[in-house]
């Protein structure tokens, strides 16, 4: 059984930080690529920040420069470490793992987290 366990969300005010973390766990041979994504109630969810097994990344432009993402491929971890948050930043976000998985062959699956909600007041 394969998990992503999202922790770090929470309520801050407009110019502060928080860090998401998300951890996955189970019978993973290897971790492809790891992002974030948000979802804003009405909206579509949206990808906010990737990193590939190599370490590339790449960002939403609304978040480039103040969000930063990284992995600790000791601890299958992924993190957001999000500043200057801003009011429109608020949603809930979603951690979302490429891994190979032992499910009777390894196979290539796409796994999410249950989510975490941001919120950003003003």
């Known amino acids: 059984q394969v998990q992503l366990v999202e922790s770090g969300g929470g309520l801050v005010q407009a110019g502060g930080s928080l860090r998401l973390s998300c951890a996955a766990s189970?019978?993973?041979?290897?971790?492809?690529?790891m992002g974030w994504y948000r979802q804003a109630p009405g909206k579509q969810r949206e990808l906010v920040a990737a990193?590939?097994?190599?370490?590339?990344?790449s960002y939403a432009d609304s978040v480039k420069g103040r969000f930063t993402i990284s992995r600790d491929n000791a601890k299958n971890t992924v993190y957001l470490q999000m500043n200057s948050l801003k009011p429109e930043d608020t949603a809930v976000y979603y951690c979302?793992?490429?891994?190979?998985?032992?499910?009777?062959?390894?196979?290539?699956?796409?796994?999410w987290g249950q989510g975490t909600q941001v919120t950003v007041s003003s």
């Open positions: 979302n793992a490429d891994l190979t998985v032992l499910v009777g062959p390894w196979v290539r699956k796409d796994y």
């Open positions: 189970g019978s993973i041979f290897s971790i492809n690529a």
């Open positions: 990193i590939t097994s190599g370490g590339s990344t």
